[in-house]
């Protein structure tokens, strides 16, 4: 079966710091993998996604950026963190684009003081 | 652009009851329409998901509907429990990205 596993769970950031996020995906080929952002009171956020190595689609203009260095590793990462990069981080990944459904981590909390 | 909006934002109903909630869209042209359901503080698991050329799904107390033409959508829960308490969040896939509602936060009390 498939799962999916996104690390850590809670980060405390000092404003400036860098970041790295990190999800991998186990027992599945190929897969799309998704950055999405839960800021506190909004809805979800896509930030990135992907279809395969070294691809990566950017939604949404920012300080973060994304990486696929393997088919199942998926990097949330920033050279300088803001105060407004605070918020929930979702790694998600699907089988195809369009028709099959997204299967979530369990988050990431990042705080930025 | 497609929007997403969930009505209402927040839900709290006496234990056993039924209940009904609601999702529109503003661009009919989705490939599909999936809710989720989401724990504070926790990832989104995946209730139900229905492709476009489908009108409803059913999983165990839970139907989803979809009326394209109209863009809407409704989540029943039947004979609520309290651990039904959580975000249910609907999200409606186009060409190339997943567009999330902000959700509705249900509390079923005992």
């Known amino acids: 079966s498939q799962t999916i596993h996104q690390w850590p769970a809670t980060l405390v950031q000092p404003v400036g710091s860098p970041l790295s996020l990190e999800c991998t995906v186990e027992?599945?080929?190929?897969?799309?993998l998704y950055w999405y952002r839960q800021a506190a009171g909004r809805g979800l956020q896509l930030l990135f996604y992907?279809?395969?190595?070294?691809?990566i689609s950017s939604e949404v203009p920012q300080n973060l950026s994304a990486s696929r260095p393997q088919d199942r590793q998926f990097i949330l990462s920033s050279k300088k963190l803001l105060l407004s990069d605070s918020g929930f981080y979702l790694c998600?990944?699907?089988?195809?684009?369009?028709?099959?459904?997204?299967?979530f981590g369990s988050g990431t909390q990042l705080s930025v003081l | 652009k497609q929007e997403v909006t969930q009505i209402p934002a927040a839900l709290s109903v006496p234990e056993g009851e039924n209940l009904v909630l609601n999702c529109s869209f503003t661009?009919?042209?989705?490939?599909?329409l999936q809710w989720f359901r989401q724990d504070p503080g926790k990832g989104l698991t995946s209730l139900l998901l229905?492709?476009?050329?489908?009108r409803e799904q059913t999983s165990g107390r839970l139907n989803a509907s979809l009326d394209k033409s109209s863009g809407r959508s409704t989540l029943y829960i039947a004979a609520s429990q309290p651990g039904d308490s959580a975000t249910y969040l609907c999200a409606v896939q186009g060409a190339q990205k997943l567009v999330f509602g902000q959700g509705t936060r249900l509390t079923i009390n005992p």
């Open positions: 229905i492709q476009s050329s489908q």
């Open positions: 027992g599945t080929s190929n897969p799309n």
């Open positions: 992907s279809v395969g190595i070294g691809q």
């Open positions: 661009d009919s042209a989705i490939y599909n």
């Open positions: 998600a990944w699907s089988v195809g684009q369009g028709g099959d459904t997204l299967f």
